[in-house]
């Protein structure tokens, strides 16, 4: 037995309740791992080096319009290779829990930007030849039981049809496959040509340009001269990677890495009382015992570490158990907002900080204990058991 | 023979509100290397205390008790802790066993203390566990444990360090006659067998008949000696 061996022991004098401990202090850290995890996707800053596509999107806000004619001043950008565009749709199918990002664009160019998305070539035929024609991935058709040549009926939210009418039908026309380790969207495709003349307002307006560049190291470069061209117009925009641009446009939603810090801050803190507490009372039912440790010889500093490594260690197992546990959990969650969010992925200076933190914890809550034991009189002790 | 503990001048008094009780008063004492000193006295005569400024748990109000050449009321905490752990063994009436740990891991605790290997430990743990005769019972828990066999690990754990000195608070205070006997038997053994000196508090006079001298005290004084 070893000094550790004896703290270990200590642990689990009262077997169920410092399970119960550690299973609350290991769903702490799995929240630590799974929320830092997320709010890192916001913190990293702008790498826009290396990227081969742009998307110019308005500077100030998702939802202000771009007009449709900038593209051209696009392509007279030196190292511009291709741009297309597209808008937010929104609109529901059948029941708003039914949610797949809805996208008008251009056929030819947007499958051009986009050869991760594998079509026939006829089907993009029958897109670019169909006005209201569409297309979806073969997951989308899949999900809903689609087959080309039915026809989809969404009802719209943002753009009414010239008239009023809120309901739009589309012919599906095609459905694309998205290659493999590629991070594309289950999106469905409109025409935006059809969309464009038939919609009530916004005529000529789009959402965002994507832009494919002729070398990736030109990227920053291509960014603020795209940004340059439009700055001191109605509507100035702001180029970054796909990636980059969606983590903001998510954070906009809400000041997603505030919440989350205020998320575990409550945590922490409630971990803190509740396992403070536990250890107290722990420390209370064991005054003889330590009374009889400082008998055999240990001084009170001695008696005093044990006490505070017994609660670094709880602190320490609960955090390293629910930061595995996010750590299987986390390759999950990326995948399933994949489309939305990309990047999620818990590295090590996560573990490490989650470690750190479950360390701190630990001596933040020993660290009255410690002292208590430390002072305690061995001949009070072994009087009030005896 | 040499006087291996000796009490000199000793009193002790303890604080209760506004109010200071004495507990002991001017003790003069001579215990020998190699004596079984049995202490006897009624309830709040001042034994346990004395016991404790023996063992080093507590400090003297006035006078000192020295073991050996060492003066414990010169010594800083940390130092009488270092003291306990190499000179007394201690055993109490209600065992005081972790019982989180196994009797061997209980016996191993004073050693945890010294620069003895994992391994050596280990070895001498089971030897006391031998002396004892409760080799067969290492990996039991003091719950699993008969009083009679609780009290065998606490001797087991007082002597595994080697100390000179065994300070021995009613140990048979919470068993039956014949399990006390075995106990007593026990203490015999290491006083006689291993030269450890003993020195007991008890209430029962025929504990004390193991002992070779009986002392009793009676209002925080010593009234007399006997010697067997």
Known sequence: MSRLGLMWSGLFRRRVRTCLTVFSIMIAFLLFGLLRSIADVFSVGVDIAGADRLMVAPKYSIIDPIPYRYISEIRAVDGVEAVTHANWFGGT??????????????PREYFDLYPELRMPAEQLDAFDNTRTGAVASVALAEKYGWAIGDKIPIEADIWPKKGGDRLWV???????????????????????????????FGEGEVGNFIVRVTDPNLAAEVSRAIDA????SMAPTRTATEAEMQREMFNQAGRIGLVMTAILGAVFFTI?????????????????????????????????????????LLCLVGGALGLGVAALLTPWVAGTVENILPGIELGWTIVATGLGVAMLLGLAIGVLPALSANRLQIVDALRARG | MSALVKLNGVSKSFI??????????????????????????????????????IGGLDTTTAGYVQVGDTRL???????????????????????????VLTAQRNVELPLLLTKLSRSQRKSNAATALKVVGLEDRADHRP??????????????????????????????????????DEILGLL?????????????????????????????????????????
């Open chain 1, 93 to 106: 199918y059948q029941d708003p829990r039914n949610f797949f990002p809805r996208y008008p664009v251009t």
């Open chain 1, 170 to 200: 589309f012919d599906l026309v095609g459905l694309y496959s998205v290659a493999e380790n590629a991070s594309a969207q289950d999106v469905f495709l409109l025409n935006y040509a059809y969309f464009d003349e038939a919609r009530q």
């Open chain 1, 229 to 232: 061209l439009f700055e001191n």
């Open chain 1, 272 to 312: 803190v009382l509740l396992t403070g507490n536990t250890i107290a009372q722990s420390l209370r039912e064991r005054i003889p015992e330590f009374a009889v440790l400082k008998t055999l010889g240990f001084t009170n500093g001695g008696v005093a570490s044990l006490v505070l490594g017994e609660a670094v």
């Open chain 2, 16 to 53: 209760r509100g506004k109010e200071e009780l004495r507990v002991l008063t001017d003790i003069d004492l001579s215990i020998e290397e190699g004596d079984f000193f049995a202490l006897m006295g009624p309830s709040g005569s001042g034994k346990t205390t004395l016991l404790n400024l």
């Open chain 2, 73 to 99: 009321d010169e010594l800083s905490s940390k130092a009488l802790a270092k003291w306990r752990s190499e000179h007394v063994g201690f055993v109490f009436q209600f065992y005081n066993l972790l019982p």
């Open chain 2, 143 to 180: 719950g699993e444990l008969s009083g009679g066999q609780q009290q065998r690990v606490a001797i087991a754990r007082a002597f595994v360090a080697d100390p000179e000195i065994l300070v021995c608070d009613e140990p048979t205070g919470d068993l039956d006659r014949d399990t006390a």
């Open chain 2, 188 to 228: 015999e053994l290491l006083n006689r067998d291993h030269g450890k000196t003993i020195i007991m508090v008890t209430h029962d006079p025929k504990a004390a008949d193991h002992a070779s001298h009986v002392l009793h005290l009676d209002k925080g004084r010593l009234v007399d000696q006997v010697s067997a």
